[in-house]
């Protein structure tokens, strides 16, 4: 079974830098592509970064060039570095992985397997 644990999340201030990360159990992170979302209360969930099994990466443009997404296949684990961080950030974030397909994704309802995710709040 899929299970899919995130950490890293926690309060800074804007301009400040987090790195969240995913750890993965029960599959092989190579074999799945993988993505980062993130939801506000009343707020759909929104794609924020991706990761293909044929290499390609994706953002949402909210975040480019602040974010990278990336994975060490040996630990099984998927990061998500944010810089210069601003209150607009502030949301719960999810990682997720979908089973099929290689390309990358920033649509949720692509993705079939999910954290319970953790919280990261920028304050002005």
């Known amino acids: 079974q899929v299970q899919l644990v995130e950490s890293g999340g926690g309060s800074v201030q804007a301009g400040g830098s987090l790195r969240l990360s995913c750890a993965g159990f029960?599959?092989?992170?190579?074999?799945?592509?993988m993505g980062w979302f993130r939801q506000v209360p009343g707020k759909e969930r929104e794609g924020v970064a991706s990761m293909g099994t044929d290499g390609s990466i994706g953002y949402a443009d909210s975040v480019k060039g602040r974010f990278t997404i990336s994975k060490d296949n040996a630990k099984n684990t998927l990061y998500l570095q944010m810089n210069n961080l601003k209150p607009d950030d502030t949301a719960m974030y999810y990682c997720?992985?979908?089973?099929?397909?290689?390309?990358?994704?920033?649509?949720?309802?692509?993705?079939?397997?999910w954290g319970q995710g953790t919280q990261v709040t920028v304050s002005s």
């Open positions: 997720a992985a979908k089973s099929r397909g290689s390309r990358y994704a920033l649509a949720p309802s692509e993705y079939n397997y």
């Open positions: 029960g599959y092989t992170y190579y074999w799945y592509c």
